[in-house]
């Protein structure tokens, strides 16, 4: 398993965040997730998993719609939240070394992600670092709709794995769907770097230096990396 993917990296790190919003320069992770991803005697393993609540700025607050999608409340993050500063810390040993950074919507994360790490830590951990979203990989082998769950649903892992918008949840289901899609199709190394958009939106935010963006149809007729 993702036999292809060890050939480059020594890691995988698959992540994900709840936030406060939509804006990354405005908003904020308000959950951190992650989990490595190694090869032991041969096989991929789980090596490490992270899941860490994450304090609110001062005056900040937990929107009661985000409350009641994650049930992540203020209290919450008074309570329990870590610093920034130290979930930069443990974002940047995570991250250290030949690794490869993955996640479901991947932009949307690692957007968050570089303003965490741009106010509280050091960005430059980002870079160099390949880059792949699993969303886009999706789009390319499933029709409308893309979400999370209709992947879980897709690949039959419905009972095993859940999207319940809590970012420790959903890393766990990300790891499930790649597993089926590296069975049903092996060429998720051609999707590194490479992150597709909706055409008629265009890219949200800030693009990413070194990803290339392509307009991504909702039923492509090949597969993203073969489009001009």
Do not use: W
Request: contains cysteine; glycine residues 6%.
């Amino acid at each position: 398993m993702f036999a292809s993917l060890f050939e480059k990296y020594d890691r995988l790190v698959l992540f994900d965040t709840e936030t406060t919003g939509l804006i990354y320069s405005r908003d904020e992770i308000i959950e951190f997730a992650a989990v490595v991803v190694e090869p032991v005697d041969g096989e991929p393993k789980i090596t490490r998993e992270y899941d860490e609540l994450v304090a609110l700025s001062p005056g900040g607050f937990v929107p009661p719609k985000i409350q009641q999608l994650t049930g992540i409340s203020t209290q919450d993050l008074r309570e329990k939240g870590l610093s920034k500063a130290r979930v930069c810390r443990d974002i940047a040993e995570l991250m250290a070394g030949n690794t490869l950074l993955l996640a479901y919507n991947a932009h949307f994360d690692l957007s968050f992600l570089f303003y965490l790490l741009l106010r509280s830590g050091d960005p430059a951990i980002l870079k160099g670092k390949d880059k792949l979203d699993l969303l886009t990989v999706y789009k390319d082998r499933r029709p409308y709709p893309h979400k999370l769950c209709s992947a879980i649903e897709a690949y039959g892992l419905s009972g095993k794995v859940v999207n319940s918008h809590r970012a420790v949840d959903d890393v766990i289901a990300t790891v499930a769907v790649m597993e089926e899609m590296e069975k049903e199709k092996d060429d998720l190394l051609r999707y590194v770097n490479l992150f597709g958009y909706n055409p008629k939106y265009g890219v949200e935010g800030k693009p990413i230096s070194s990803v290339t963006y392509k307009p991504q149809p909702y039923d492509p007729v090949a597969p993203l990396y073969e489009i001009n």
